[in-house]
């Protein structure tokens, strides 16, 4: 399967952090919930929306300078 010119090439960390990120945004939040002290919806929803942009954030940083594009 060949690339198409400029498509980015990821590589297993990017997908690895992605994955981290993911995950984080809604098992952080559930794991609290259940071990720590009850939260509402909402509460759990907006954490998780956080999470999820700061993690966003951080990948975009840590990882806009390794993407390669296919020449």
């Known amino acids: 399967m060949k690339r198409k010119p ?3 090439i990821y590589l297993k960390r ?5 994955a981290m ?3 984080a945004s809604f098992l952080l939040p559930l794991l609290y919930h259940r071990y ?5 919806f909402s509460t759990r929803f907006i ?7 700061t993690g ?3 990948l975009y ?4 300078a390794s993407a390669q594009n296919e020449p």
Do not use: C
């Open 14 to 18: 990017h997908m690895l952090g992605l």
């Open 47 to 53: 954490a998780g929306l956080f999470i999820a942009a």
């Open 6 to 8: 400029g498509e980015p």
């Open 36 to 40: 720590i002290q009850q939260l509402s």
């Open 56 to 58: 966003a954030i951080a």
């Open 61 to 64: 940083f840590t990882y806009r």
């Open 21 to 23: 990120a993911l995950l």
